[in-house]
């Protein structure tokens, strides 16, 4: 089986920079795309952005395209989502999540994904 472990989370003041890091263990030969999702209270949880194995295909919401970058390690076991320039609506539950059946592109349903580590809070202050 595969675990998936979350750290990197924080406070952080409106207009800072936040680095979540996301590593894989177990058997990780058969992990494709690999993203982040985040859920805050009383809403649902979102795709934020994801990366496919190769790492040529990347994909983010709308609402972080241009301050998000996603970035996956040459193991391909480790996912990074640097955060930057990060407003109060990003306060959330951030997941990792992994994908252990091949897909086309990346997918941004959470149905999509096996793996889910348990998340890390990010709080951003106005």
């Known amino acids: 089986q595969v675990q998936l472990a979350e750290s990197g989370g924080g406070l952080v003041q409106a207009g800072g920079s936040l680095r979540l890091s996301c590593t894989a263990s177990?058997?990780?030969?058969?992990?494709?795309?690999m993203g982040w999702f985040r859920q805050a209270p009383g809403k649902e949880r979102e795709f934020v952005a994801g990366?496919?194995?190769?790492?040529?295909?990347?994909e983010y919401a709308d609402s972080v395209s241009g301050r998000f970058t996603i970035s996956r390690d040459d193991a391909r076991t480790t996912v990074a989502l640097q955060m930057n320039s990060l407003r109060p609506e990003d306060t959330a539950v951030y997941y990792c999540?992994?994908?252990?059946?091949?897909?086309?592109?990346?997918?941004?349903?959470?149905?999509?994904?096996?793996?889910w580590g348990r998340g890390t809070q990010v709080t951003v202050s106005s």
């Open positions: 999540a992994a994908s252990e059946t091949g897909q086309l592109g990346v997918p941004t349903s959470p149905n999509a994904y096996s793996r």
């Open positions: 177990g058997r990780t030969s058969n992990l494709y795309p």
């Open positions: 990366i496919t194995r190769s790492r040529v295909v990347t």
